[in-house]
């Protein structure tokens, strides 16, 4: 269970005092609707603790709330697949950009992505540098942030075979803008086409705009805005959280609450996928082989781990996303890897990064 100060933390990291999540009504009677339903949006896998709709509405320009190896070939390892966007520029100019935090990349958050598919080419719009602008204590990410491209890229089946890209913006050059000033920077700075954003969405300085006045100002400005409900988490397990706007949605909160208490199949229900974790040898603090194992100090940890204990049926994995299963020990000083193949394991304790994947089997 979370210490107060633990969930006071928790609280101003999920809702931010200048752009955050809340509560919002009346979306409704300020809407243009149209309603064409679309295809299924989950392909290849359902988690049905997990509450969705059978079918999206689509609104037009303005809008309301939307209901929304073999064994014998030698593994090459993943790198941990480069960096998100192959260090390439990106351009939101004439996208459609969900709005948010990002940092668990949970299922709620493909529904924004899989909203502004349906409209245009989608991105994810993400601040960065908000904890060192807030004085907030660094923590780990959920996503390490090398694996970021390649969880957006699993989302493509659900967003018209288009994966969404990300594109940063430096948290101190929106901080202190309006609502208006906000949008007037997505319309005249960046050239978007429209934005997707959650119906407890808030934005601009002291959180001062709701998805009302989002799309209220996006009509203005003559882009569309689509706002959709909250994915629900139909667990709903108590969570101890200072967040006021707690009201049992899938969130970053709860991610972190659930890899707290090594719940690995919650976990997966709430990310849509295995969580996978990364690790990364950093000058001598390398990879030891010793006896049956892989080990490497929790200080190699690129993203945040579940509870200390003994996770079974889980899995390395290969560079091409071939997966060799393994069991995995975390304790408060390593994080150890234990494989039946002695070929296997050496070479895994030969490489710069492992990744692992956790099986829903928890501790």
């Given at each position: 269970m979370l210490a107060a100060g633990?969930?006071?933390?928790h609280h101003l990291r999920e809702c931010d005092s200048h752009f955050v999540f809340g509560s919002t009504s009346g979306l409704t009677s300020s809407a243009v609707l149209l309603f064409p339903s679309i295809w299924p949006r989950y392909p290849t896998s359902n988690f049905p603790s997990i509450s969705h709709r059978s079918q999206r509405r689509r609104v037009s320009f303005f809008c309301s709330i939307v209901p929304s190896t073999s064994s014998?070939?030698?593994?090459?390892?993943?790198n941990c697949f480069g960096s998100r966007e192959d260090d390439r520029e990106v351009s939101v100019a004439g996208g459609i950009v969900a709005?948010?935090?990002?940092?668990?990349?949970?299922?709620g958050h493909r529904e924004l992505a899989i909203q502004a598919s349906t409209v245009g080419s989608p991105f994810l719009l993400s601040f960065i540098g908000i904890a060192e602008v807030l004085g907030w204590e660094p923590r780990a990410p959920i996503v390490a942030q090398c694996d970021r491209k390649r969880v957006l890229s699993s989302w493509a089946p659900y967003c018209r075979n288009s994966a969404p890209s990300e594109y940063q913006i430096q948290f101190s050059s929106v901080r202190y803008l309006t609502p208006r000033e906000f949008v007037e920077k997505l319309t005249k700075e960046l050239g978007v086409c429209?934005?997707?954003?959650?119906?407890?969405?808030?934005?601009?300085?002291k959180a001062a705009g709701d998805a009302a006045e989002l799309v209220k100002l996006c009509e203005e400005y003559g882009i569309g805005a689509y706002i959709i409900k909250s994915v629900m988490d139909r667990n709903q397990k108590v969570v101890n959280s200072a967040n006021s706007k707690e009201r049992g949605q899938v969130s970053s909160t709860r991610v972190r609450y659930a890899l707290s208490i090594g719940d690995m199949k919650y976990v997966s229900e709430l990310l849509g996928r295995r969580h996978r974790l990364i690790l990364m040898?950093?000058?001598?603090?390398?990879?030891?082989?010793?006896n049956s194992r892989v080990s490497a100090p929790r200080s190699c940890l690129l993203n945040l781990a579940p509870k200390e204990g003994l996770y079974n049926k889980c899995f390395v994995c290969t560079s091409d996303e071939n997966l060799i299963p393994c069991r995995v020990v975390i304790d408060s000083?390593?994080?150890?890897?234990?494989m039946d193949d002695i070929g296997t394991r050496h070479l895994v304790g030969t490489q710069d990064y492992i990744n692992v994947e956790f099986g829903d089997e928890g501790v």
């Amino acid at each position: 269970m979370l210490a107060a100060g633990a969930r006071a933390s928790h609280h101003l990291r999920e809702c931010d005092s200048h752009f955050v999540f809340g509560s919002t009504s009346g979306l409704t009677s300020s809407a243009v609707l149209l309603f064409p339903s679309i295809w299924p949006r989950y392909p290849t896998s359902n988690f049905p603790s997990i509450s969705h709709r059978s079918q999206r509405r689509r609104v037009s320009f303005f809008c309301s709330i939307v209901p929304s190896t073999s064994s014998d070939e030698i593994p090459v390892l993943s790198n941990c697949f480069g960096s998100r966007e192959d260090d390439r520029e990106v351009s939101v100019a004439g996208g459609i950009v969900a709005l948010g935090k990002f940092d668990a990349l949970h299922i709620g958050h493909r529904e924004l992505a899989i909203q502004a598919s349906t409209v245009g080419s989608p991105f994810l719009l993400s601040f960065i540098g908000i904890a060192e602008v807030l004085g907030w204590e660094p923590r780990a990410p959920i996503v390490a942030q090398c694996d970021r491209k390649r969880v957006l890229s699993s989302w493509a089946p659900y967003c018209r075979n288009s994966a969404p890209s990300e594109y940063q913006i430096q948290f101190s050059s929106v901080r202190y803008l309006t609502p208006r000033e906000f949008v007037e920077k997505l319309t005249k700075e960046l050239g978007v086409c429209g934005v997707v954003a959650g119906e407890s969405y808030r934005f601009g300085y002291k959180a001062a705009g709701d998805a009302a006045e989002l799309v209220k100002l996006c009509e203005e400005y003559g882009i569309g805005a689509y706002i959709i409900k909250s994915v629900m988490d139909r667990n709903q397990k108590v969570v101890n959280s200072a967040n006021s706007k707690e009201r049992g949605q899938v969130s970053s909160t709860r991610v972190r609450y659930a890899l707290s208490i090594g719940d690995m199949k919650y976990v997966s229900e709430l990310l849509g996928r295995r969580h996978r974790l990364i690790l990364m040898a950093k000058g001598l603090e390398g990879f030891s082989n010793s006896n049956s194992r892989v080990s490497a100090p929790r200080s190699c940890l690129l993203n945040l781990a579940p509870k200390e204990g003994l996770y079974n049926k889980c899995f390395v994995c290969t560079s091409d996303e071939n997966l060799i299963p393994c069991r995995v020990v975390i304790d408060s000083t390593h994080v150890q890897i234990e494989m039946d193949d002695i070929g296997t394991r050496h070479l895994v304790g030969t490489q710069d990064y492992i990744n692992v994947e956790f099986g829903d089997e928890g501790v």
